[in-house]
């Protein structure tokens, strides 16, 4: 029943803050500089007032911002998000198309930084002091630093254009014709790349916090108990050491899963992914703002629903915590 109750508040808590993240997207979008009417009349080559004044009219841009931003909420409490005019079909459809490529590249990206980044914490960890503690700790240090973008193009010149062991660029071969497994196959070569540059970042990440958080929790009065009565070192390390360590990890990881679509945009750019951080990319810059509303509205929908998975996680990690 607790846990029942807990996940009603956590819903509607969600809920109220994704209509007020709406309302302040729609406030900071109408506040920059631009609008699509202007856009599309410039590059129709028109310059006549009249002709931009109808289009403002036709997009909606012509009323005051109070009747704007209410009949903009309106639509979205009713899971209408608009329409795309630049794109001539409804953002909720841009949106799902482009949807399962993203979670494709972030989910792969998510699992493998969190999986190497822990392992290699913990290795780091039990192994403090020696070469190889010191080795995990500068390869860490060094994806930490070395800024996404440059990595990226890096990737693609080294694994690509050099010696050619992987595609650079989009989701597909284009033209083969491929099908069931094939298929599946030539979409994880063209996966391989970008979803390890996005990995490297959060593994250097999740590397130093296990390994932090475990040398911390080593020197905690119950694992001195439990060397005391005899418990072999290797179930002190998983059972009572790791575990208790993973805490401020899950945090951490909970809050960087949602944020690791926002920051999709650069590897998806980079190497021409069709996911929706490319469609915000190019919604920016095209001054498409139902598409661009819509596509924050639903990467802060996913960053909810991964802290709510978060809270859940907590209880199968450390019993000892309620809801």
Known sequence: MKRVQFLLTRV????????????????????????????????????????????????GLDQPMTTQLATYVGKVLHLDLGFSYRQ???????????????????????????LFGVTLGALSARK?????????????????????????????????????????????????????????LDIGKHLVLPALTLALFYMAVYARMTRASMLEVAQM?????ARAKGVRPNRILRAHVL?????????????????????????????????????????????DYSLLLGVFLVTAAMAVLFNLITDLVYTLVDPRIEI
């Open 12 to 59: 509607l808590q969600g809920m109220v803050a994704l209509l007020l993240i709406a309302i302040v997207n729609f406030m900071l979008v109408r506040a920059a500089p631009g609008d699509p009417a202007s856009v599309l009349a410039g590059e129709a080559g028109a310059t006549d007032p009249q002709f931009v004044a109808q289009l403002r009219e036709q997009f």
């Open 128 to 184: 403090v002091g020696t070469w190889v503690d010191s080795a995990i700790t500068v390869v860490a240090l060094v994806f930490y630093a070395m800024p996404p973008y440059w990595l990226a193009l890096m990737a693609v010149l080294v694994f690509s254009v050099q010696f050619g062991w992987l595609p650079g660029f989009g989701f597909s071969t284009v033209g083969a014709g491929l099908s069931g497994l094939a298929l599946a």
């Open 243 to 287: 575990r208790n360590a993973l805490l401020p990890v899950v945090t951490l990881a909970g809050i960087q899963a949602g944020g690791l679509i926002g920051g999709a945009v650069l590897a998806e750019t980079v190497f021409a992914w069709p996911g929706i951080g490319r469609l915000m990319f190019d919604a920016l810059l095209q001054r």
């Open 88 to 114: 001539q079909q409804p953002v909720l459809d841009l949106i799902l198309d482009r949807l399962p490529a993203t979670l494709l590249l972030t989910g792969s990206a998510f699992v493998l930084s969190l």
């Open 221 to 225: 009065d119950f694992v001195k108990t």
